[in-house]
């Protein structure tokens, strides 16, 4: 039975991989210091044999018998990886030094969990991977965006120096079950607001867009990366090239909860990026995958989800 470790497992993505990994037979073993992570995601794994939870922060060294590594762990919505940038900062970097000789030591493959972010405020639009990016190295996002690319240089500089085998993906605004309702990202912020009849609050003047992948989706094309050959490296971008505008995403929102709820405008963050699609064209190539789950849908199930936590 194939050993996989996820770090972050607890988290929005970790978790929902985790589910996927048990169901397909693996033996999983779920990483996080409970930063972010959150004991409900993982409650409904605790009763499986196949499943196993170490409470260690990724910035620990760690030594796990494994034949996988999916890296996730790290704060990803803005106020949480802002709230202590040193720490986003160390997350990354030293996690995926940790991660990277773990796999080293295990002849494991580890697939790295990478972001939009690496292109910054892009100036180049959709992305495609050969992007180099437009990032504030100084800014109030500096910390997760260059924690990032430090990651992705260290992937490949593992695999260039000791042949380690690594994979990166680069994953766009995702959302669905087991986000957090106090994570503070724009689609979990907008749903809790206008089922509770508080305002919407939107940042800047809302015309910022952003592509938003319905998690199932975006498991699926990281399981499909996890299977290619070893020689294929990535990166890949992975999300749902759809762009809604933050007032369109409050439109839906609103509607779809059918709430007496508001707008209200609050200034824009620092940094914030204007634009953001992906062009996925490599991820069709190569892993024969594109996302199957419309917005629409997606915030259904989502606002379903979210309801239920009430
Ligand atoms: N945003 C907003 N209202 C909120 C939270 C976020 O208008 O309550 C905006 C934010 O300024 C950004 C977009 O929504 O332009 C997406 O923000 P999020 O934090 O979800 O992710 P990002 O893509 O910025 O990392």
Redesign the pocket.
């Known amino acids: 039975m194939k050993k996989v470790l996820v770090t972050g497992g607890a988290g929005f993505l970790g978790s929902n991989l985790c589910a996927r990994l048990l169901k397909e037979g693996y033996d999983v073993t779920a990483l996080d210091n409970m930063y972010t992570g959150r004991i409900e995601n993982i409650r409904p794994f605790l009763g499986n044999e196949r499943f196993h939870f170490i409470m260690r922060d990724v910035t620990e060294p760690v030594d796990v018998s494994v034949d996988e590594i999916y890296n996730a762990a790290c704060p990803?919505?803005?106020?949480y990886y802002q709230l202590s940038p040193v720490f986003t900062t160390k997350t990354c970097v030293l996690g995926i030094i940790n991660m990277l000789e773990l796999a080293k030591r295990h002849n494991a493959k580890l697939l790295q969990f990478s972001t939009?972010?690496v292109y910054g405020d892009p100036l180049e639009h959709p992305q495609r991977e050969s992007y180099r990016g437009h990032v504030n190295p100084n800014g109030i996002r500096s910390c997760y965006d260059e924690g990032k690319r430090c990651a992705e240089s260290l992937c490949f500089d593992y695999w260039r120096e000791f042949g380690t085998r690594v994979k990166v993906i680069r994953i766009f605004?995702t959302y669905g079950p087991n986000m957090d309702p106090k994570d503070?990202?724009?689609?979990s912020?907008?749903i809790m607001?206008a089922m509770r009849g508080q305002d919407?609050?939107?940042?800047?003047k809302?015309t910022?867009t952003?592509s938003f992948c319905y998690v199932d989706d975006l498991i699926e094309g990281i399981v499909r990366m996890m299977g290619t050959e070893d020689d294929f490296l990535g990166p890949v971008n992975l999300g749902n090239p759809g762009e809604f505008t933050?007032l369109e995403l409050a439109e839906k929102v609103i509607r779809k909860t059918k709430s007496a709820s508001r707008l209200t405008f609050?200034p824009?963050?620092g940094d914030?990026?204007v634009q953001?699609r992906p062009d996925i064209t490599l991820a069709g190539e190569k892993l024969e995958w594109e996302p199957q789950i419309a917005l629409d849908e997606g915030l259904d199930r989502t606002i379903h989800y979210f309801a239920g936590l009430a």
Do not use: C
């Open positions: 990803a919505s803005p106020p939009s972010e605004n503070g990202r724009v689609v912020n907008f607001q919407i609050t939107v940042y800047g809302g910022q952003r933050m609050l824009l963050p914030d990026p953001r």
